[in-house]
């Protein structure tokens, strides 16, 4: 019914940028919050920043200041701009989207399938 796909990961050096996209298709009526989540090897999945309907946002401390979310509404697309990036950034990163679909008529949660970010020199 609904696809969530990323693109954008990557290898990158400590200190360098990344941009992750993420594109929902499908049976969409609308989409609410959107969200970035990353699970590094050995951790639980964590959330690293997420965006209203309205463009709210917020962020996991470790992240404020150098990650940005923001999203196209026509393009059903939510973005992460990844600056300064360090090593413990590493990770699959996962998008999320909580939609409400013509073919259900419900709104549910939904994921991609992750995009790895590896952060070395």
């Known amino acids: 019914q609904v696809q969530l796909v990323e693109s954008g990961g990557g290898l990158v050096q400590p200190g360098g940028s990344l941009r992750l996209s993420c594109a929902a298709s499908g049976t969409i009526l609308s989409i609410n919050a959107m969200a970035w989540y990353r699970q590094a090897p050995g951790k639980q999945r964590e959330l690293v920043a997420v965006?209203?309907?309205?463009?709210?946002?917020n962020y996991a401390d470790s992240v404020k200041g150098r990650f940005t979310i923001s999203r196209d509404n026509a393009k059903n697309t939510v973005y992460l701009q990844m600056n300064s990036l360090k090593p413990e950034d590493t990770a699959v990163y996962y998008c999320s989207a909580n939609v409400f679909t013509t073919a259900t008529m419900t709104s549910r949660d939904y994921w991609g399938q992750g995009t790895q970010v590896t952060v070395s020199s």
């Open positions: 965006i209203t309907s309205g463009r709210n946002t």
